[in-house]
Nanobody
Framework: QVQLVESGGGLVQTGDSLRLSCTYS????????MGWFRQAPGKEREFVAT????????YYGDFVKGRFTISRDNTKNTVYLQMNSLKPEDTAVYFC?????????????????WGQGTQVTVSS
């Protein structure tokens, strides 16, 4: 059974940085692509970033504009989301998700496993 556990969320001010972590267990981490999504109150879940299984190809949501970086450490079964220059509109619950193949994907429906989410709140 695959399990994903996110950590690193919190309350920060505009312009601050946060690094989210997601630890994966249950299958071979290096064979699955990973993604980050977010959901703000009253809004639909939104694609943030995705990374391939082993060659670290990355793709980002249009709103990221160079502020966020997704990365992974296959020796630690962990994927990260470094978020810089945070804005109040980045306030949301951030979810880590895993696919069952190596290919990154922007579509939430293509992810088989999800973490419980971690709250990020950016105050103005």
């Amino acid at each position: 059974q695959v399990q994903l556990v996110e950590s690193g969320g919190g309350l920060v001010q505009t312009g601050d940085s946060l690094r989210l972590s997601c630890t994966y267990s249950g299958r071979t981490f290096s064979t699955v692509a990973m993604g980050w999504f977010r959901q703000a109150p009253g809004k639909e879940r939104e694609f943030v970033a995705t990374i391939s299984a082993s060659d670290s190809r990355t793709y980002y949501g249009d709103f990221v504009k160079g502020r966020f970086t997704i990365s992974r450490d296959n020796t630690k079964n962990t994927v990260y989301l470094q978020m810089n220059s945070l804005k109040p509109e980045d306030t949301a619950v951030y979810f880590c998700a895993a696919r069952t193949n190596i290919y990154p994907n922007r579509d939430a429906a293509s992810y088989a496993y999800w973490g419980q989410g971690t709250q990020v709140t950016v105050s103005s």
